[in-house]
């Protein structure tokens, strides 16, 4: 009788085990994952993963290795605020009418909805530290609907750094602005009083803002998990550097040996290339102590490549931190965590300084995505399809099995989580605006701005278009209306000249580049190749729509 006791009970002990099993399995495989989003800015593929001889970056290297790495990821427009806004909105520009970082995407699209928003509107806790939205976008009320953990952040004593830690760099810089200001009047605060180039000072990582905003992350993080809600989190994390001014803490530039820093061999603009897609490194020259005209030269351009370095590795580690720190809380396993760069950097490439080009080293950007489930045979894969910053949106919310709201211009690229070989997209776009005759913001020059030092470095530019140019030019056409169009395929980069504002008229100049044959593009070849232009042109004109993986698979 006992045991007939005894076998009764276990099995209802199994069975209600079993019972319970059931039911928490299926909460865990449907819970939505988590996601990690994080921004980096200005990062041109200069990491280990993507190649680059010099670069020190173990940590986002390992992410790369387990998860999967897009080796041909464009931006939209290669300028912080437009780039950003069409990634974060899933519009892009020409769409948008966000074309400089002074439009703020809510004037122009007052009712979008962003990735954040999405996210929120699905049960997600969404919130953020440093850089995501551009500067005049970045407090965005609907995109967010919590704050960080400052409180925990004062409470440990950690402050807010400033842009500089040394104090004589600080001093430097309010000298200059006060000067400028005098000088110039208010046009001096867009940017001609930014202080120097670098720093390197021996100070912990939170003494630098990327170090203190990895920290705050680090903090949202853990008070969000100890809050045992069931809400996921976007957690959006935002690094400042490698933008300029490159200061990072000196340790990291003490990981590199000055001596062994190669310089760029490309030091000239593209034979036969357009004179209005390459401006005079107006971003780097209103810093203190870079020359106003002319070359940078050697010595130089050699400590301003190891200060971008120093500021990649800076980076790099406190991706680690973060990545660590997913870890201790317990949730890497139920996170998605994508790395992308608004957009990349000429270090000298074709004779300038600066992002604002419709080239390849200023549209190709680093992206990476690391999902829970991705299958094991592919992590750490590498995938050559052609993806744009404007994928992202469709994609994450793909991946967290939420709607796609209708506006979203980019496609999904999560069948290539699951077949990196897939055929993909035929082409992908970039744009912009007259590089040569534009603010560093991407802004229509001002007649203020003429009358400061730019105004030399703006004549000689404006010769060498008008005296290529010639009957073309048109000082109204070239300084607000003429738009670079950039279509790159798998092996060329096709840049199209036209008047905005007179779409139909034939194009005002073209660009055409073999990567097969001349990957630093090198040489324009359109004069050349008639009949591929005209090939090429037709598919141009098929747009993104038409070129979208959709039409391909």
């Not at 500021?311 to 317990?330: F, I, K, T």
């Not at 097969?516 to 729509?545: R, Y």
Request: charged share 25%; proline share 6%.
């Amino acid at each position: 009788m006992m045991k007939i006791f005894f076998l009764a009970f276990f099995s209802l002990f199994f069975l209600g085990c079993n019972s319970s099993l059931k039911k928490e399995v299926p909460e865990k495989i449907n819970r939505k994952p988590n996601i990690l989003f994080i921004a980096i800015d200005d990062l041109r593929p200069e990491l280990g993963c993507y190649g680059s001889e010099i670069a020190i970056s173990p940590n986002l290297d390992k992410l790369a290795s387990k998860g999967l790495l897009f080796e041909n990821a464009y931006c939209q427009q290669a300028i912080c605020g437009p780039s950003r806004a069409s990634l974060l909105t899933g519009i892009r520009p020409e769409t948008s009418g966000v074309f400089h970082n002074y439009i703020k995407f809510r004037e122009v699209n007052p009712d979008v909805v962003t990735i954040p928003q999405q996210f929120i509107k699905n049960g997600y806790d969404a919130v953020y530290t440093g850089k995501i939205f551009h500067h005049g976008d970045k407090d965005d009320q609907l995109s967010w609907n919590r704050q960080p953990a400052i409180d925990r952040m004062i409470a440990k004593g950690i402050k807010v750094p400033g842009g500089f830690a040394l104090k004589e760099n600080i001093e430097r810089r309010n000298e200059q602005r006060k000067k400028m200001v005098a000088k110039y009047g208010n046009v001096a605060k867009f940017g001609l009083a930014s202080g120097p180039a670098y720093e390197g000072a021996d100070v912990p990582d939170s003494g630098y803002i990327d170090g203190y905003n990895t920290e705050l992350a680090i903090e949202t993080l853990k008070e969000m998990v100890a809050e045992k809600s069931n809400k996921p989190f976007f957690l959006g994390l935002g690094f400042n550097k490698p933008h300029l001014n490159w200061t990072s803490p000196k340790k990291y530039w003490d990981l590199y040996d000055r001596d062994k820093i190669a310089l760029i061999s490309q030091t000239n603009g593209p034979e036969n290339g357009a004179e209005m897609g390459l401006h005079p490194s107006f971003e780097l020259r209103v810093r203190e102590g870079i020359p106003k005209e002319g070359k940078i030269d050697k010595e130089l351009a050699k400590t301003l490549k190891h200060a971008y370095l120093a500021c990649v590795s800076y980076v790099d580690a406190q991706v680690g931190r973060m990545l660590e720190a997913l870890e201790e809380a317990g949730v890497r396993d139920n996170t998605i965590i994508v790395v992308w760069s608004d957009h990349g950097w000429h270090l000298g490439d074709m004779g300038i300084w600066g992002k604002a080009t419709n080239y390849e080293i200023a549209t190709r950007v680093p992206l990476m995505i690391w999902t829970p489930n991705m299958a094991n045979e592919n992590r750490g894969k590498k995938t050559n399809a052609l993806v744009e910053l404007v994928d992202l949106y469709p994609t994450l919310c793909d991946l967290a099995g939420i709607e796609t709201p209708k506006h979203a211009e980019g496609t999904s690229f999560k069948p290539l989580l699951k077949n990196p070989e897939l055929k993909w997209k035929s082409a992908v776009f970039s744009q912009f605006p007259t590089p040569a005759l534009r603010e560093w913001g991407a802004y229509p020059l001002r007649q203020a701005m003429r009358e400061t030092y730019f105004g030399l470095l703006i004549e000689k530019v404006e010769d060498r278009i008008i005296h290529q140019q010639k009957e073309k030019w048109n000082r109204e056409l070239f300084e607000n209306t003429l738009m670079g169009y950039a279509m790159r395929t798998q092996q060329y980069r096709f840049i199209v000249w036209k008047d905005r504002e007179n779409p139909k008229k034939a194009p005002v100049f073209i660009e055409l580049y073999d990567h097969h044959v001349d990957p630093l593009e090198t040489t324009n070849i359109a004069s050349q190749n008639p009949e591929l232009v005209a090939e090429l042109m037709i598919q141009f004109n098929k747009g993104w729509q038409g070129n979208s993986a959709k039409k391909t698979i």
